[in-house]
């Protein structure tokens, strides 16, 4: 996996439902997450959800695709990891925590895209991945809640 966790948190405007709707809509994520070119689900567990999704992401460089396995402690956490594609590990969670200003998430994430990439380069990118992954689910949570 990659040398260091990364996380990121933010407080979102809206309920942990609400949030929790927009993490389990698999299917929208292309709608409202810029790097996401397609997101299907292959397989749903007994409640429905969405438990192995494929993705496609535009990297500039080239189009990754990667399937990860999703387990639920609702209303708590979501946490998935890898088990197939074009990179090399993904471990990942959102935790959510209600408090006074809405909901705590926070994204906890390691990838390891498979090849060498000089260890500052690829800190930054993940970093900026990260985050604005976390805020682009902030912006739809909140779009969701005021709707």
Known sequence: MAEALQSYDVIIDADV???????LDFERYPE???PILEAT????DEDGRGEHVAFALDMRIRTIRYTLAYTF????RISWTLIGGDVAGVEGSYDLEPSGDGVRATCRQE???GFWVP???????????LR?????FKAEA???ASA
């Open 17 to 23: 439902d609400t949030c929790i709707g927009v993490l």
């Open 32 to 34: 409202w997450s810029s």
């Open 41 to 44: 689900v292959l397989r749903r």
């Open 73 to 76: 402690d609702l209303p708590r």
């Open 111 to 113: 990838i390891d895209i």
């Open 119 to 129: 260890g500052p380069i690829r800190r930054m990118a993940e970093r900026q991945a």
């Open 132 to 136: 604005d992954s976390v805020l682009e």
């Open 142 to 144: 909140e779009r969701r």
